[in-house]
Structure formats: structure tokens, C-alpha cells
């Protein structure tokens, strides 16, 4: 593996561990001034900024406190010289959640980018597929 793929490797699983344990510091390491993320819950236009980004963190840490886990299943990584992109699948939810919809995951995209020798999370996306379809009763 690459030195670049390994460092951003590094960075998204020490990221994912901050996240499962409520480090807001950790969560916000390694992310740009100018971070974009756009999230499951609202805002739908998303947030833009470390004092917007800091903001969403906290009622998920309190939903998380509830038993929720938070756990990359599979990352993927392709790093040019100075940007990079990398996308994971994540057991996220509680308990209960997951065992109504055990093969439900997260999917968590990130942008990054080199700045000064290091790499940073210049954007951050979050999903759930939709599955309101799977629910509704099938007719014929």
C-alpha cells in the first residue's frame, strides 16, 4: 500500500474511533477550516466550516450514548499527489436498529486534500440508502 493511501487510512480509522467514542477533538482533527459536509439529518444544504461542522456532533454523540455503534465495515482509498478520495460502508445505528435491518450501512464519502506535507478532510458525506421501498407491502 502506498505511503499516501496508508496515512489517509490511518487518519479515517483514528477519525471513525473518535467518532464511536464521543472525542469531539479527535473528530475534528484533521479537517480543513473550509470543511463541507452534508449529513443524514438536516441541514439539507448541508454545513460549511469547522464551527458549523463542531455544531452537528454533539446530538449525535448523545444518540450514540444510547447503546449505538459506530464501525467501518470496508474502506477504499484513491490517493493522487495532492488530493484524495476514499469511501466506506459503516455499521452505524443501535441495538435495535440493527436487528431490524442488519445489512443496513452508512456510507461515508470523504474528500481530501494535501496541505503543507499532511492530509485533511476538506469534505464529508453521510447516507443511508433509502429502504422506505423494502417497508411498503408487495401487490400484484
Not at 438536516?42 to 454545513?47: L, N
Not at 450514540?64 to 490517493?79: M, P, R, W, Y
Not at 481530501?112 to 485533511?120: D, P, S
Request: net charge negative; hydrophobic share 40%.
Amino acid at each position: 500500500m502506498p505511503d499516501d493511501e496508508r496515512q489517509i487510512r490511518t487518519l479515517i480509522e483514528r477519525w471513525a474511533a473518535a467518532v464511536h467514542s464521543g472525542d469531539l477533538s479527535g473528530v475534528l482533527a484533521d479537517h480543513s477550516d473550509d470543511i463541507v459536509m452534508f449529513d443524514v439529518p438536516p441541514p439539507f444544504e448541508g454545513v460549511r466550516g469547522m464551527d458549523a461542522y463542531r455544531e452537528t456532533w454533539p446530538p449525535f454523540f448523545e444518540w450514540q450514548s444510547k447503546g449505538a455503534s459506530f464501525e467501518i465495515v470496508s474502506l477504499d482509498i484513491t490517493a493522487g499527489h495532492d488530493v484524495a478520495y476514499a469511501h466506506a460502508l459503516l455499521r452505524c445505528g443501535t441495538p435495535q436498529e440493527l436487528a431490524d435491518q442488519p445489512r443496513n450501512r452508512l456510507r461515508l464519502t470523504l474528500g481530501l486534500r494535501k496541505e503543507q506535507g499532511r492530509w485533511i478532510v476538506a469534505h464529508e458525506h453521510h447516507s443511508f440508502p433509502d429502504t422506505a421501498a423494502d417497508d411498503e407491502p408487495v401487490t400484484s
